[in-house]
């Protein structure tokens, strides 16, 4: 929870981490870390990042079975439309890190050679409406921080 000598979260999370504040009892985000994709007037969106499912892309979906996805490991991305699969990437550059949401298949399988970037699918997403996570915010139910690369390894 924050303090009140704390610095108040980013107006806008896109590109920040959410922890989940020890008191959210929410199954959907309990004891999760949500990647924030985008976040403005309209709502915000994310992914779970620690919601493994144990199964790769061509285990889920036997079109990406030959293809170099198929061993991409797969994560209860969140509880919005979870028959979607929302595939993330991010890069360590010299000019430093850059994430990619919502990849196309055809460009994941170029990162998926390339070997410096790290690929993951997501099953579903979490988002909030207009205000909803702001709301949220002050409450308290989340935690903001700056992500890092070595966080997503």
């Known amino acids: ?10 107006a806008n999370l896109a590109g920040s981490l959410l922890l989940a504040h020890p008191a959210l009892r929410d199954p959907n985000f309990r004891k999760t870390v949500v990647l ?41 991305g969140g509880p919005v439309q979870t028959e979607q699969i929302v595939i993330v990437a991010w890069q360590t550059h010299s000019d430093g890190f850059r994430l990619h949401f919502g990849v196309e298949p055809d460009k994941a399988a170029e990162f998926a050679t390339d070997g410096t970037t790290i690929l993951r699918a997501y099953v579903g ?10 709301n949220e915010m002050k409450q308290h139910t989340w935690v903001v921080t700056s992500v890092s690369p070595e966080m997503l390894d």
């Open 1 to 10: 929870m924050r303090t009140p000598h704390s610095n108040p979260p980013p």
């Open 36 to 76: 924030m994709s985008v976040h403005n007037k309209e709502g915000a969106m994310g992914v779970v990042l620690n919601r493994p499912l144990g199964k790769s892309l061509g285990d889920l979906n036997g079109s990406f079975a030959y293809s170099p996805l198929n061993g991409l490991p797969v994560y209860a």
């Open 125 to 134: 997403y979490a988002g909030w409406e207009a205000g909803q996570l702001e």
